[in-house]
């Protein structure tokens, strides 16, 4: 097949968005003939629909085959199901193998069975550049077949197959966003997380072993923002303060070279750092006076973004957090000791919590919010599959709890979109009762 007799077609969502810049990076690295490709930007895979089966449309006239790669989160899935339903609705009616349609990303990921049973001729579950790399080289060699490729599932009669991975990415061998279509995002500098929280898909997609991006590495990535006129340099990590290392400590060295060698990078120009801050922040238990002396050296932030999770001893031991309040109170104190806001992210809603730890999680609350430049982030509980208290649900809160909230809402003590969060968890339960969203015992698997 000659690269222009195949054409990918990108649903390119908001949400999903560093998904695609990254997946696109890769094919532009590495693949063999690159193939056309054509974005359809869309909110979210709601807002833009016909505009995307126009595209589709008209792609298949003039294509003989079409790709549609769709990455997605459980918390997308409502908006995921429109456009999915859809696209197999063209597919019905042209011979099947003229458009490939494949899932990849935290949902499929995290649900592989329920997503191939969405309609996906295959999905890909966890980091997926190499994967996907092959797959497209493979559909461009050989037209006419489903390229079968490590890390993918698909179905056989029924039964979920599954190749596995040989192992894990290293992320140096693969750009941190797409120049080639000028999708550009924060620049992952680690991927893995060695936490394991309970709640969280990050370490069941990518793992427990760290795997950093170089300092000259990222320096690469800098000069190629600064080049396109981009100054403000933000990064991708579970946990910003475990650059360097295995996550249980703070290589305060590696981290002072990786800032200031951003630093001496943007010097003479407006470009700023941003270190801890979203889309990424840091492990309270990490936070020490060294380190927080040294960033605070580089960065263009006022606040850092702390992982609570919990007021509650209890409820953190429950969702293997791997710290205590105590930790959480001490990275408070610490940040504002040396000048700098804190912004502390407390989930409600999680499984194992009781009128107790609800009120000891206000208690801290109220606490933190007294201490100074203090902003609470308040989040709802969304059950991920994949996860493994996903079959457990989320916790109603009770009346006079919620009032508390709001109180604390009313006062700009807190912010956040926690209601919305709420619908989202009531959505993706009912999509879990209803056999939308499959788990790991319900169906068979044969790896091959």
Same mark, same amino acid.
Request: net charge positive; charged share 25%; with cysteine.
């Given at each position: 097949?000659?690269?222009?007799?195949?054409?990918?077609?990108?649903?390119?969502?908001?949400?999903?968005?560093?998904?695609?810049?990254?997946?696109?990076? $890769? @094919?532009?690295? #590495?693949?063999?003939?690159?193939?056309?490709? #054509?974005?359809?930007?869309?909110?979210?895979?709601?807002?833009?629909?016909?505009?995307?089966?126009?595209?589709?449309?008209?792609?298949?006239?003039?294509?003989?085959?079409?790709?549609?790669?769709?990455?997605?989160?459980?918390?997308?899935?409502?908006?995921?199901?429109?456009?999915?339903?859809?696209?197999?609705?063209?597919?019905?009616?042209?011979?099947?193998?003229?458009?490939?349609?494949?899932?990849?990303?935290?949902?499929?990921?995290?649900?592989?069975?329920?997503?191939?049973?969405?309609?996906?001729?295959?999905?890909?579950?966890?980091?997926?550049?190499?994967?996907?790399?092959?797959?497209?080289?493979?559909?461009?060699?050989?037209?006419?077949?489903?390229?079968?490729?490590?890390?993918?599932?698909?179905?056989?009669?029924?039964?979920?197959?599954?190749?596995?991975?040989?192992?894990?990415?290293?992320?140096?061998?693969?750009?941190?966003?797409?120049?080639?279509?000028?999708?550009?995002?924060?620049?992952?500098?680690?991927?893995?997380?060695?936490?394991?929280?309970?709640?969280?898909?990050?370490?069941?997609?990518?793992?427990?072993?760290?795997? *950093?991006?170089?300092?000259?590495?990222?320096?690469?990535?800098?000069? @190629?923002?600064?080049?396109?006129? /981009?100054?403000?340099?933000?990064?991708?990590?579970?946990?910003?303060?475990?650059?360097?290392?295995?996550?249980?400590?703070?290589?305060?060295?590696?981290?002072?070279?990786?800032?200031?060698?951003?630093?001496?990078?943007?010097?003479?120009?407006?470009?700023?750092?941003?270190?801890?801050?979203?889309?990424?922040?840091?492990?309270?238990?990490?936070?020490?006076?060294?380190?927080?002396?040294?960033?605070?050296?580089?960065?263009?932030?006022?606040?850092?973004?702390?992982? $609570?999770?919990?007021?509650?001893?209890?409820?953190?031991? $429950?969702?293997?957090?791997? *710290?205590?309040?105590?930790?959480?109170?001490?990275?408070?104190?610490?940040?504002?000791?040396?000048?700098?806001?804190?912004?502390?992210?407390?989930? #409600?809603?999680?499984?194992?919590?009781?009128?107790?730890?609800?009120?000891?999680? /206000?208690?801290?609350?109220?606490?933190?919010?007294?201490?100074?430049?203090?902003?609470?982030?308040?989040?709802?509980?969304?059950?991920?599959?994949?996860?493994?208290?996903?079959?457990?649900?989320?916790?109603?809160?009770?009346?006079? $709890?919620?009032?508390?909230?709001?109180?604390? @809402?009313?006062?700009?003590?807190?912010?956040?979109?926690? /209601?919305?969060?709420?619908?989202?968890?009531?959505?993706?339960?009912?999509?879990?009762?209803?056999?939308?969203?499959?788990?790991?015992?319900?169906?068979?698997?044969?790896?091959?």
């Amino acid at each position: 097949m000659r690269g222009e007799d195949l054409a990918i077609l990108v649903p390119y969502s908001r949400d999903s968005r560093y998904s695609y810049n990254v997946l696109l990076a $890769a @094919l532009e690295k #590495f693949l063999h003939e690159l193939p056309d490709v #054509f974005i359809v930007r869309m909110r979210n895979y709601s807002l833009g629909l016909t505009k995307f089966i126009n595209s589709l449309t008209s792609l298949l006239t003039r294509y003989r085959r079409v790709l549609i790669p769709m990455s997605f989160k459980t918390t997308e899935l409502d908006q995921a199901l429109t456009l999915i339903n859809k696209i197999l609705e063209v597919k019905r009616k042209i011979p099947d193998e003229r458009l490939v349609f494949v899932g990849g990303g935290p949902h499929p990921s995290g649900d592989p069975m329920g997503s191939l049973k969405l309609g996906f001729d295959a999905v890909f579950i966890g980091e997926s550049e190499d994967s996907f790399v092959n797959f497209v080289n493979s559909l461009m060699e050989r037209p006419k077949e489903l390229p079968i490729v490590d890390g993918m599932a698909w179905l056989e009669d029924g039964v979920m197959c599954f190749k596995p991975r040989r192992g894990y990415i290293d992320i140096n061998n693969y750009p941190a966003f797409s120049v080639l279509h000028r999708l550009f995002n924060p620049i992952e500098i680690t991927r893995g997380c060695s936490g394991r929280c309970f709640f969280c898909q990050v370490p069941f997609m990518f793992g427990g072993v760290l795997r *950093h991006r170089t300092i000259d590495n990222v320096v690469h990535h800098v000069k @190629l923002m600064l080049k396109f006129k /981009l100054r403000d340099v933000r990064f991708i990590s579970p946990n910003s303060l475990s650059y360097g290392g295995n996550g249980r400590e703070v290589r305060v060295e590696l981290i002072d070279e990786l800032l200031s060698r951003i630093h001496e990078v943007l010097r003479g120009s407006s470009g700023r750092v941003f270190f801890g801050t979203f889309p990424s922040e840091v492990r309270p238990e990490m936070v020490n006076d060294e380190v927080i002396k040294v960033i605070k050296k580089y960065i263009s932030n006022k606040r850092i973004i702390v992982g $609570a999770q919990s007021g509650s001893d209890n409820v953190l031991k $429950a969702i293997n957090r791997g *710290h205590t309040v105590d930790d959480v109170i001490n990275a408070v104190s610490t940040l504002l000791s040396n000048g700098l806001g804190a912004d502390v992210d407390f989930i #409600f809603g999680l499984p194992f919590e009781d009128d107790e730890s609800i009120n000891e999680t /206000l208690n801290v609350i109220y606490r933190l919010a007294s201490m100074g430049d203090v902003r609470i982030h308040l989040h709802f509980y969304m059950p991920l599959p994949g996860t493994p208290i996903f079959k457990l649900g989320y916790k109603e809160l009770p009346e006079n $709890a919620m009032r508390k909230v709001m109180k604390l @809402l009313g006062k700009g003590k807190a912010y956040g979109y926690w /209601l919305r969060q709420k619908e989202i968890a009531e959505m993706i339960m009912k999509y879990y009762r209803d056999g939308v969203i499959l788990t790991r015992d319900m169906y068979e698997v044969k790896v091959v």
